[in-house]
């Protein structure tokens, strides 16, 4: 059974930083994107983030390009996200997911739907 963790969510003033981590277990993820996804109150679920396991290519969502950095361990299957300059409309919960996709990151890396599986999330909070 698939399963993803993640840590490291809490409260932090606006400019501050928080590392973000998502334990992978349950199965080989080898062949499957990371992502990952956040959602604040009253909103839809937005694109942070992705890596591909395999080759490593990466994404990111428009709000955080130069902010964030995705990055993994392949050898302790984690995922993590590193968040800098953190601003208030940061605030939301924050989910790991798993996409799978042999051929690389593919097309649909963004899109919440295509994904597998999901963490319970933990939230960030950024005050002002």
């Known amino acids: 059974q698939a399963q993803l963790v993640e840590s490291g969510g809490g409260l932090v003033q606006a400019g501050g930083s928080l590392r973000l981590s998502c334990a992978a277990s349950?199965?080989?993820?080898?062949?499957?994107?990371m992502g990952w996804f956040r959602q604040a109150p009253g909103k839809e679920r937005e694109f942070v983030a992705v890596i591909n396991w395999s080759s490593a290519s990466i994404a990111y969502g428009d709000s955080v390009k130069g902010r964030f950095t995705i990055s993994k361990d392949s050898g302790k299957n984690m995922v993590y996200l590193q968040m800098n300059s953190l601003k208030p409309e940061d605030t939301a919960v924050y989910y790991c997911a798993a996409q799978l996709s042999p051929g690389g990151i593919g097309r649909y890396y963004s899109t919440s739907g295509w994904y597998n599986y999901w963490g319970q999330g933990t939230q960030v909070t950024v005050s002002s």
């Open positions: 349950g199965r080989s993820f080898s062949n499957y994107n």
